[in-house]
């Protein structure tokens, strides 16, 4: 069975930084494209950050930029996303999603999901 676990969401306040981790099991990440999305509530779920498996390269939204960097440790068979100088917003659930073989998009269907990690940035 098939399994990604999100973790590393909380409560920070603005400016600090936050890293959010998406273990695997079942499956070996590096032979995925690893995407992450977040959802506020009444809000669509929206693309993140990406990494994808041919050559690694990283992806990010424009506001993601410069604060985000996404990584793989494939002996932890994990993805990390460190979220730096993070900025007020609505609270919102981070997803981590997995396409097998394939180069990063946000607009395609994804094979695994995760649960998600709550993620908070307020003083």
């Known amino acids: 069975q098939v399994q990604l676990v999100e973790s590393g969401g909380g409560l920070v306040q603005p400016g600090g930084s936050l890293r959010l981790s998406c273990s695997a099991s079942g499956i070996t990440l590096d032979y995925y494209a690893i995407a992450w999305f977040r959802q506020a509530p009444g809000n669509e779920r929206e693309g993140v950050s990406c990494?994808?498996?041919?050559?690694?390269?990283?992806y990010y939204t424009d506001s993601g930029k410069g604060r985000l960097a996404i990584s793989r440790d494939s002996a932890k068979n994990t993805v990390f996303l460190q979220m730096n100088n993070l900025i007020p917003e609505e609270p919102a659930v981070y997803y981590c999603a997995a396409i097998f073989g394939y180069h990063c998009s946000f607009y395609v269907e994804y094979d695994y999901w995760g649960q998600g990690t709550q993620v908070t940035v307020s003083s």
């Open positions: 990494i994808s498996t041919y050559d690694g390269s990283a």
